[in-house]
Antibody, heavy 116, light 107 residues
Framework: EVQLVESGGTLVQPGGSLRLSCEAS????????MSWVRQAPGKGLEWVANINQDGSGSNYVDSVKGRFTISRDNAENSLFLQMNTLRAEDTAVYYCLRGGYYPDFWGQGTLVTVSS | EIVMTQSPATLSVSPGETATLSCRAS??????LAWYQRKPGQTPRLLIY???TRATGIPARFSGSGSGTEFTLTISSLQSEDFAVYYCQQYHIWPRTFGQGTKVELK
């Protein structure tokens, strides 16, 4: 059974940092692109970043470029999102996705709240 | 960035009827379009990719069509479990973008 379990979401102050993790199981993690998508309260879905199979290539939406870094550890079947200089507008549920084009599996999400 | 516009925002349909959902892109996608179904409290489920290819395990009553900038998701003989929000998403260029969704509700 495919499972994606996110963790790391919490309340953080503006300007702070946070690292999200996604533990994958039930499939050959190393063969898939992986992605992070977020949904702010009352807003639509926004694709934040994706990363290729060996971690050598990644893409970011403009609003997080220079602040967020996506990475992966294929030995540990894990995906990460390092988020720095957080802003109120980064408040959202962050989902880990299997795939970089049309993801076929989503985690349940982890809530990040940026507020003082 | 490619803007995805879905219509209508809400579609009221009776069980057994056919629902037709539209998705328009601000520039050509070729066929690089996916459709997702999302039910309350659940994460999106991939229905269609490459505009018309059903994902694994998706019933034949779901069909996708279109290319370029105009796409359609058709749900034939609507079942009770099909009442949900449907999103289109383009993967032609980065950043990937989603439509705002169409809610299919019970008439």
């Amino acid at each position: 059974e495919v499972q994606l379990v996110e963790s790391g979401g919490t309340l953080v102050q503006p300007g702070g940092s946070l690292r999200l993790s996604c533990e994958a199981s039930g499939f050959a993690f190393i063969t898939y692109w992986m992605s992070w998508v977020r949904q702010a309260p009352g807003k639509g879905l926004e694709w934040v970043a994706n990363i290729n199979q060996d971690g050598s290539g990644s893409n970011y939406v403009d609003s997080v470029k220079g602040r967020f870094t996506i990475s992966r550890d294929n030995a540990e079947n894990s995906l990460f999102l390092q988020m720095n200089t957080l802003r109120a507008e980064d408040t959202a549920v962050y989902y880990c996705l299997r795939g970089g084009y049309y993801p076929d599996f989503w985690g349940q999400g982890t809530l990040v709240t940026v507020s003082s | 960035e490619i803007v995805m516009t879905q219509s209508p925002a809400t579609l009221s349909v009776s069980p057994g009827e056919t629902a037709t959902l539209s998705c328009r892109a601000s520039q050509s996608l070729s066929s690089d379009l996916a459709w997702y179904q999302r039910k309350p409290g659940q994460t999106p489920r991939l229905l269609i990719y490459a505009a018309s290819t059903r994902a694994t395990g998706i019933p034949a009553r779901f069909s996708g069509s279109g290319s370029g900038t105009e796409f359609t998701l058709t749900i034939s003989s609507l079942q009770s479990e099909d009442f949900a929000v449907y999103y289109c998403q383009q993967y032609h260029i980065w950043p990937r973008t989603f439509g705002q969704g169409t809610k299919v509700e019970l008439k």
